[in-house]
């Protein structure tokens, strides 16, 4: 059941971003790479933690806002939209690489 | 700027803003009266409407009974508040729970004079209109309040976008800053009120959208992170953030006198603390978090720690040294809620919000009326005169429930108990009745004259409503007794005028004026510049 739904989303967003990558970009992947970006930056920035946890926590309103500004500031939709998912990717990739905090 | 990226960035700005531009609207209107959290709370309660006397009752061994007796398996923390002028008596609350089962708070008051436990009433109002603010009372059943936080959060997060976008699309700040033509269509009265409000409450309303995404995302983003970098695990993410919590050593031993607490000064402020925190209660590792009104900083918090046994100061604790981040991240709330100035800034706040409130509406009602009366829009104009009553309902319903709330809380007389139900079900009517009505009334300037002129009325009638209730309120404004009440109002009854002589003064319908020029203005003129040479080329 949860694999057929999450199946299902996964489609829905490969579907709208073919055919509205401008609208799936502001909706979701500016959304994703905000989320992604943040939590790799807190695993990678060498900084005390309760700082840099906090100063993130300040910055993620700008760079949600940032990015999806940036989506309708580009000339070209795929090309934002490709950047917005390569940013989502090599986040996750540091997060998921990196040894978890506990 | 190309002019494609212009259009662009203008469609950005309409868009992000019809589709949830009632959602901010709420957002923005509850905030207005959630400014005035502690003031209401006094008003609704006619037991909360005391002096606070010069020589105030010792609390500490009530305090402590009250505790014990009402502590289940586990004290997860303790907490007393100190009697100020908005809230005139002992406040206690304790997080306690039986094992296994969720943690519980428990509230309590006393009478500053005399130590007598005061009476309480079931939440109500207060608290209706503050957490409406914060979390819009969401339901446990779709997710708990977290939820509802974080979709506050994303109004912030459109109120930047917004904000962004308007300032990217008009070009020419400083000429639109002073143009405001009152007597050319009623659509550029619109247009340069939209632009005018929100260019000089541009700082104002950047600030409430910063902060208000900040306190909201949070509260996504916190289990997300902690899912991501933590394996899921949220308490590891707030004890990494803020230290690990000193463990309990098992040993009972006597706490130290809250009274002595109470008449402690800070150092620097000179400042008696407002509110102490208690954790480990009874054990030898207990500790006092006391917190003084924040003196020239702006910050939620100027505190220390003591040894909650011989009530020594901590060396080193956890507020001596407040780091850069930490220091910006405290004043968020403060700068959201106007905490850090006294009733004349929540004034202003309150203002202010309102204007926010309005040019959200505004432009609501601007891509209406291009629609209606312009040449934008593919729908049949029945679709947008259907949007058009719902705007109205929502716009106008939301300022009404409130009023009807306030109305209610002085004449309920269900159990106390069912109070917040009862508060909530008739906020969520009225809106729904406003709504009704603007479909109904098939006219919506009609329609808005009708329901300001109500809620005017509604909020007029609230201090002689208060006086027939509680025998207070008003007159106690020219006493020597508690005034607080009395200043709500007078809040009240001038929102309540001033309601009433708008609601008189708006038409019942759009100038015939208006039509003969809507072909000469059937667009905007930021539109036209926009459009007009695209479709040229």
């Given at each position: 059941m949860l694999?057929?739904?999450?199946?299902?989303?996964?489609?829905?967003?490969?579907?709208?971003?073919?055919?509205?990558p401008r609208l799936t970009s502001i909706l979701f992947w500016s959304l994703s790479a905000t989320l992604f970006f943040t939590a790799a930056m807190?695993?990678?920035?060498?900084?005390?933690?309760?700082?840099?946890?906090?100063?993130?926590?300040?910055?993620?309103?700008f760079i949600w806002v940032a990015l999806q500004f940036w989506v309708y500031w580009a000339e070209k939709p795929q090309r934002v939209t490709a950047g917005l998912i390569a940013l989502t990717l090599a986040s996750a990739a540091i997060v998921f690489t990196n040894e978890p905090m506990v | 700027m190309d002019r494609e990226r212009h259009l662009r960035i203008y469609d950005l700005h309409s868009w992000s803003g019809i589709t949830l531009g009632l959602f901010v609207f709420?957002?923005?209107?509850?905030?207005?009266?959630?400014?005035?959290?502690?003031?209401?709370?006094?008003?609704?309660?006619?037991?909360?409407?005391?002096?606070?006397?010069?020589?105030?009752?010792?609390?500490?061994?009530?305090?402590?009974?009250?505790?014990?007796?009402?502590?289940?398996d586990d004290l997860e923390f303790a907490r007393l508040d100190y009697p100020?002028?908005?809230?005139?008596?002992?406040?206690?609350?304790?997080?306690?729970?039986?094992?296994?089962?969720p943690v519980e708070?428990?509230?309590?008051?006393?009478?500053?004079?005399?130590?007598?436990?005061?009476?309480?009433?079931?939440a109500g109002l207060s608290e209706w209109i503050l957490d409406f603010h914060r979390d819009l009372m969401w339901p446990e059943a779709l997710g708990g309040r977290q939820v509802g936080r974080a979709l506050v959060g994303v109004a912030g997060i459109i109120l930047m976008l917004a904000i962004v976008t308007g300032i990217v699309i008009h070009t020419k700040l400083t000429q639109e800053l002073f143009t405001l033509r009152f007597f050319r269509s009623v659509r550029l009265k619109w247009q340069d009120a939209h632009k005018v409000l929100g260019l000089w409450g541009l700082p104002f309303?950047?600030?409430?959208?910063?902060?208000?995404?900040?306190?909201?995302?949070?509260?996504?983003?916190?289990?997300?992170v902690a899912l991501l970098s933590f394996k899921g695990d949220q308490e590891a993410l707030i004890e990494a953030v803020v230290g690990k919590p000193l463990e309990p050593a098992g040993i009972e031993r006597p706490m130290y006198s809250l009274d002595e607490v109470g008449r402690m000064r800070e150092p620097t402020s000179g400042f008696v603390p407002m509110r102490v925190i208690l954790r480990n209660w009874g054990d030898q590792n207990a500790r006092y978090d006391v917190f003084f009104d924040p003196d020239t900083e702006l910050a939620s918090i100027d505190a220390f720690e003591l040894n909650g046994v011989t009530g020594e100061h901590i060396d080193g604790d956890q507020f001596e040294v407040i780091s850069a981040p930490f220091r910006v991240g405290n004043a968020f709330a403060p700068?959201?809620?106007?905490?850090?100035?006294?009733?004349?800034?929540?004034?202003?706040?309150?203002?202010?919000?309102?204007?926010?409130?309005?040019?959200t509406a505004l432009g609501l009602i601007m891509w209406l009326e291009r629609r209606l009366h312009g040449n934008a829009g593919s729908k049949p104009p029945a679709t947008y005169r259907r949007i058009g009553h719902i705007v109205t309902g929502v716009c106008l319903g939301f300022p009404l429930a409130t009023a009807g709330i306030f109305t209610l809380d002085k004449l309920y007389w269900g159990a106390e108990a069912a109070r917040l139900t009862a508060t909530g079900n008739m906020y969520f009517a009225l809106v729904a009745l406003s709504i009704l009505y603007a479909f109904l009334r098939?006219?919506?300037?009609?329609?808005?004259?009708?329901?300001?002129?109500?809620?005017?009325?509604?909020?007029?009638?609230?201090?002689?409503?208060?006086?027939?209730?509680?025998?207070?309120?008003?007159?106690?404004?020219?006493g020597a007794g508690h005034t607080v009440a009395g200043y709500v109002d007078v809040g009240l009854l001038t929102l309540g005028v001033v309601m009433l002589w708008v609601s008189r003064r708006l038409p019942k319908q759009r100038s015939q004026n208006d039509s003969g020029r809507k072909r000469a203005e059937a667009q905007t003129e930021e539109e036209a510049q926009i459009r007009q040479p695209l479709a040229a080329e």
């Open positions: 694999y057929g739904v999450l199946g299902f989303f996964a489609l829905l967003i490969i579907v709208s971003t073919w055919r509205r807190l695993l990678v920035f060498p900084a005390n933690f309760p700082d840099k946890a906090i100063t993130i926590t300040l910055m993620v309103p | 709420i957002v923005c209107i509850t905030g207005c009266f959630a400014l005035f959290d502690h003031e209401i709370h006094t008003w609704e309660d006619p037991a909360k409407r005391l002096v606070v006397p010069e020589q105030r009752v010792e609390i500490h061994d009530t305090f402590a009974s009250w505790v014990t007796a009402n502590t289940r100020t002028s908005l809230s005139p008596f002992y406040m206690g609350m304790i997080g306690t729970h039986f094992d296994g089962e708070f428990i509230e309590a008051r006393w009478n500053a004079s005399t130590g007598e436990l005061l009476p309480e009433r079931g309303h950047a600030a409430i959208a910063v902060t208000g995404a900040y306190l909201g995302v949070v509260a996504i983003l916190a289990p997300i700068i959201h809620y106007g905490t850090y100035g006294g009733i004349s800034l929540k004034l202003l706040y309150f203002v202010l919000g309102l204007s926010l409130a309005i040019i098939r006219n919506d300037y009609k329609a808005t004259r009708d329901l300001m002129g109500l809620t005017g009325l509604l909020f007029a009638c609230l201090p002689a409503l208060n006086f027939a209730k509680t025998g207070g309120g008003l007159p106690d404004v020219f």
